[in-house]
């Protein structure tokens, strides 16, 4: 090293007339510009470009376009986790004195959000049965300003009355905030019918390998956007260049991906309920599904890739049927182009009592199968071993 040259300074990077076909991944935290003048044009919005990573970055922007575009949405943002995403929906809209209604069978950790952080900040909150919007109407008090639900209920694949709710939104002047993970877009646009806002954890079926750790945040309106936007990016709720670049390759696939999970999951769930020692098998796209009718009415054909089955033999029996299952992963996720399997009792609802299970309808021996992409005779043969070797003792 010699002269001007010094491993410190930065290398052009080489330009050409020819542009990379695949996206590329641009991890820089900061953004050079050529003067003061330059820099005020970009954050007046007069002229395109980034600054800091915190507040944008081109991965993130790609990625967000193309969940606008599957949600129909304009000007969402990508966050770092789906909790990042439910978190800007609330804390960039409400305030104190506020008051949040959720659905009483929300994601875990928003439930704790409700119950644990919000009331913290002054933020009152309360549950109530989504597929009941009487039920939701008789919780809202004077001081209510959102409404958060998810679509497809976690393990037992209930149904939210979308329409029914969006209509009581819209009728009391409350803000529907839509969690839309489970269903994606694929099945159900919730913009579309009257939600204001739509958030994801991209972590699931969006990205679609458990690789990257993302959430999405869209809304109709666009100054509500803002607002959101304003609180991730002053929370520093801000998401990896990798984990969207991930994300980004993962939706390139994601149609085909989520139709082939959805046959195999209605296929495997017939196939299910046949078998000794299964006592129970739920799946909206089945007609001995509580909410059957609704299923189809919202979503048609698009009973999603979920399946909740009970075996009979408690605690012992769903111990024997994991370790058979070897080739399936025991892990408490969802959305993964693999199939996984998960155990109520013991991740997402371990903090509930066994009497609290029960009145859902969970046992030891429930279990939530995310249905994945391998050849659904596959999934149907190694299910039915599993259950054989719980059953055999
Ligand atoms: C996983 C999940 C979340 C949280 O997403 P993370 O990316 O894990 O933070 C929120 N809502 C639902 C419905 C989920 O399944």
Same mark, same amino acid.
């Given at each position: ?77 990508? #966050?770092?986790?789906?909790? %990042?995403?439910?978190?800007? @929906?609330? *804390? /960039?809209?409400?305030? $104190?004195? &506020?008051?949040? !209604? =959720? ?98 954890? #991209?972590?699931?079926?969006? %990205?679609?390998?458990?690789? @990257?750790? *993302? /959430?999405?945040?869209? $809304?109709? &309106?666009?100054? !509500? =956007? ?86 009979e033999g408690g605690r012992d029996a769903a111990n024997r049927l994991v370790r058979a299952a070897e080739n399936i992963a025991f892990a408490p996720t969802l959305g993964d182009i693999g199939t996984t399997l998960s155990h109520p009792a013991t991740s997402s609802h371990r ?43």
């Open positions: 090293m010699s002269g001007d040259q010094t491993l410190v300074r930065r290398t052009p990077w080489p330009r050409g007339t020819s542009w990379p076909v695949g996206t590329p991944l641009q991890p820089s935290v900061v953004y050079a510009s050529e003067s003061p003048d330059a820099l005020d044009d970009i954050y007046e919005g007069r002229e395109a470009g980034y600054s800091y990573a915190r507040e944008a970055h081109p991965n993130a922007d790609v990625l967000a376009r193309k969940i606008d575009g599957l949600e129909g949405a304009t000007g969402g943002f990508v #966050v770092g986790s789906g909790m %990042a995403a439910v978190t800007a @929906a609330i *804390l /960039g809209v409400l305030k $104190a004195g &506020d008051h949040l !209604l =959720g659905g009483n069978q929300l994601y875990g950790r928003s439930l704790r959000m409700m119950s644990t952080e919000l009331p913290r900040m002054g933020i009152a909150t309360s549950v109530a049965d989504a597929c009941d919007p009487a039920a939701m109407e008789a919780a809202i008090r004077p001081e209510t300003r959102m409404i958060l639900i998810e679509i497809v209920s976690n393990p037992t694949l209930r149904i939210a009355d979308l329409d029914g709710i969006a209509e009581l939104a819209k009728r009391r002047g409350l803000l529907l905030v839509v969690d839309n993970t489970f269903t994606t877009p694929r099945a159900v646009r919730p913009l579309d019918h009257g939600a204001d806002i739509v958030v994801h954890s #991209v972590t699931k079926l969006l %990205a679609g390998h458990s690789d @990257a750790t *993302l /959430g999405y945040v869209g $809304a109709r &309106d666009a100054a !509500l =956007g803002e607002a959101m936007l304003g609180l991730a990016t002053t929370f520093g709720l801000t998401a990896s260049p990798f984990d969207c670049w991930l994300a980004e390759r993962g939706l390139f696939s994601f149609e085909l991906r989520y139709d082939r999970a959805e046959a195999n999951a209605r296929a495997l769930a017939d196939h299910l309920d046949g078998l000794p020692g299964v006592r129970r098998v739920i799946y909206p796209g089945r007609s001995d599904h509580p909410d059957h009718a609704r299923a189809r009415h919202l979503l048609g054909e698009r009973t999603g890739n979920m399946v909740t089955f009970e075996i903090a509930l009592s066994a009497e609290a299970r029960a009145e859902l309808g969970l046992s030891e021996g429930s279990f939530r199968i995310s249905v994945g992409v391998e050849p659904d005779a596959l999934l149907r043969s190694e299910f039915e071993a599993a259950i054989r070797a719980a059953a055999a003792g």
